[in-house]
């Protein structure tokens, strides 16, 4: 069972940046593929970016050239480098990981998940 830890939440200006980590617990082929989706109050969990073990990546058009998706696989973490934030952006960020290397947009293609960590964008 894979667990994942997010870290590097919190409340930042309109324009401001910040970078969320999520941790895995091991390495296994269980993180083959990981994301990050996030929910804003009132709605539904929303697809954010996703990346392979190889690095190459995906993201949702209202993130794309704002945010960067990477991975240290020594690590076993994720990062989500954000840019230019919005007040849009404000949401409960989530890491996800499935044992699959293709990526997936939909949350209920990733068996595994972190607790979550608040992003408030303040305008």
């Known amino acids: 069972q894979v667990q994942l830890v997010e870290s590097g939440g919190g409340l930042v200006q309109a324009g401001g940046s910040l970078r969320l980590s999520c941790a895995a617990s091991?390495?296994?082929?269980?993180?083959?593929?990981m994301a990050w989706f996030r929910q804003a109050p009132g709605k539904g969990r929303e697809f954010v970016a996703a990346v392979r073990w190889s690095s190459s990546s995906y993201y949702a058009d209202s993130v794309k050239g704002r945010f960067t998706i990477s991975r240290d696989n020594v690590k076993d973490t994720v990062y989500l480098q954000m840019k230019s934030l919005k007040p849009e952006d404000t949401a409960v960020y989530y890491c996800?990981?499935?044992?699959?290397?293709?990526?997936?947009?939909?949350?209920?293609?990733?068996?595994?998940w972190g607790q979550g960590t608040q992003v408030t964008v303040s305008s």
């Open positions: 996800a990981a499935r044992p699959r290397s293709s990526i997936s947009t939909m949350d209920y293609d990733y068996p595994y």
């Open positions: 091991e390495r296994t082929a269980g993180s083959d593929a």
